[in-house]
Antibody
Framework: EVQLVESGGGLVQPGGSLRLSCAAS????????MSWVRQAPGKGLEWVAN????????YYVDSVKGRFTISRDNAQNSLYLQVNSLRAEDTAVYYC????????????WGQGTLVTVAS | QSALTQPRSVSGSPGQSVTISCTGT?????????VSWYQQHPGKAPKLMIY???KRPSGVPDRFSGSKSGNTASLIISGLQAEDEADYYC??????????FGGGTKLTVL
């Protein structure tokens, strides 16, 4: 059974940093593109970043470029999102999601981890 | 990277059909056959319902179908059931490994 379990969220002050983690199991993690998708309270979904199977390619939504860094450790079956220079508008539940082998959607999602940016 | 446009809400009675639209541009919805739809119940993670415009993952009822014309994609839910009440989001590939979601539509089963 495919499982994605996020962790690392919490309350952080504006300008602060966090490292979000996503532990994957039930599939060959190193064979799949992975993404982070966020959802602000009461709002819609927003794609944040994705990363190729071997970590050699990474892409970001414009609003987080230069502040967020996606990475992965295939030996540990883990996906990460380093979030720096946090702003109030980054407050959201952050989901990790898998791209299926055909690549054109998000076929499995974790339950999410909440990041709250407030003073 | 502007969000796709969805109606804020739609409703229907049990057994009826509803259609949720998703309008983008020629740079996303109109330019690729990579539109997907997600169902999200309150407090839960999104669930993939349709991919590549009209394909259904294993386990998704055939009451759910998708289509696309030009820059607008549609999710059609026939034979509405109470458990279909949820938020629905469309998503499209926008080129250069970028993805864009719609603002979401709340489906109410009357």
């Amino acid at each position: 059974e495919v499982q994605l379990v996020e962790s690392g969220g919490g309350l952080v002050q504006p300008g602060g940093s966090l490292r979000l983690s996503c532990a994957a199991s039930g599939f060959t993690f190193s064979s799949y593109w992975m993404s982070w998708v966020r959802q602000a309270p009461g709002k819609g979904l927003e794609w944040v970043a994705n990363i190729k199977q071997d970590g050699s390619e990474k892409y970001y939504v414009d609003s987080v470029k230069g502040r967020f860094t996606i990475s992965r450790d295939n030996a540990q079956n883990s996906l990460y999102l380093q979030v720096n220079s946090l702003r109030a508008e980054d407050t959201a539940v952050y989901y990790c999601a898998r791209h299926p082998d055909y690549g054109t959607s998000f076929d499995y999602w974790g339950q999410g981890t909440l990041v709250t940016v407030a003073s | 990277q502007s969000a796709l446009t969805q109606p804020r809400s739609v409703s229907g009675s049990p057994g009826q059909s509803v259609t949720i639209s998703c309008t983008g541009t020629s740079s996303d919805v109109g330019g690729y056959t990579y539109v997907s739809w997600y169902q999200q119940h309150p407090g839960k993670a999104p669930k993939l319902m349709i991919y590549d415009v009209s394909k259904r993952p294993s386990g998704v009822p055939d009451r759910f179908s998708g289509s696309k014309s030009g820059n607008t994609a549609s999710l059609i839910i026939s034979g509405l059931q109470a458990e279909d009440e949820a938020d629905y989001y469309c998503c499209s590939y926008a080129g250069n490994y970028i993805w864009v979601f719609g603002g979401g539509t709340k489906l109410t089963v009357l």
